[in-house]
């Protein structure tokens, strides 16, 4: 059985300095890594999902994962946060062939400070 | 597109109620599912489908059922509503292949007191 871990439930940072939210995975077989974003009040989206190739993804808002198959991590990046970046996010695992179902983390709140 | 639609967007319920939480998507997605969200829980999966007609367990089903009769929705019903269901409930819509993103809606905050 998969599992995902987000050790942060809250990461407190400046406006405009880097950020690192971290996820650790579980999983015997083959995997597929996600991040989805919730804003306020919002449902959840995709920011970036890792499939196979290159193990670093980049979403089209400046943030990035690397997939690190022998540290089992997928952890989420990026270089300068704006206010704009304060929501929750979360990563999330599956297991590749076929359909399989998606296993969510407890989510990392991220609040950006002024 | 109007995505993934959720009815209604909040509700309070007295114990031992009932009430159905819609859920409609305009994807032609196959694969729907139902996720409950509580503070420091991540999401859980109530029940999923794939495919009209289709219906699955997930993590936490105990207390729920659900429906699919078409494509496009896929209601969650609590038959006798319990402060334990207090939650904010996501639906959601994917295409299904491994690795598919999933669309979710906006969620239905539902108190039950």
């Known amino acids: 059985a998969q599992s995902v871990t987000q050790l942060d439930s809250q990461v407190p940072v400046f406006e405009e300095a880097p950020v690192e939210l971290r996820c650790n995975y579980s999983s015997s077989v083959s995997v597929y890594l996600f991040w989805y974003v919730q804003y306020p009040n919002q449902g959840l989206q995709l920011l970036l999902k890792y499939l196979s190739g290159s193990t670093l993804v980049e979403s089209i808002n400046g943030f990035e994962a690397e997939f690190n198959k022998s540290q089992t991590s997928f952890h989420l990046r990026k270089p300068s946060v704006h206010i704009s970046d304060t929501a929750e996010y979360f990563c999330?695992?599956?297991?590749?062939?076929?359909?399989?179902?998606?296993?969510f983390g407890i989510g990392t709140k991220l609040q950006v400070i002024p | 597109n109007a995505g993934v639609t959720q009815t209604p967007k909040f509700r309070i319920l007295k114990i031992g109620q009932s009430m159905t939480l819609q859920c409609t998507q305009d994807m032609n997605h196959n694969y729907m599912y139902w996720y409950r969200q509580d503070p420091g829980m991540g999401l859980k999966l109530i029940y999923y489908?794939?495919?009209?007609?289709?219906?699955d367990k997930g993590e936490v089903p105990n207390g729920y059922n659900v429906s699919r009769s078409t494509t496009e929705d896929f209601p969650l019903r609590l038959e006798l509503a319990a402060p334990s269901q207090t939650s904010v409930y996501f639906c959601?819509?994917?295409?299904?292949?491994?690795?598919?993103?999933?669309?979710f809606g906006p969620g239905t905050r539902l108190t039950v007191t």
């Open positions: 959601a819509s994917s295409r299904g292949t491994s690795g598919a993103e999933q669309y």
């Open positions: 999330a695992v599956s297991e590749t062939g076929g359909y399989q179902k998606v296993t």
């Open positions: 489908s794939v495919g009209a007609g289709i219906t």
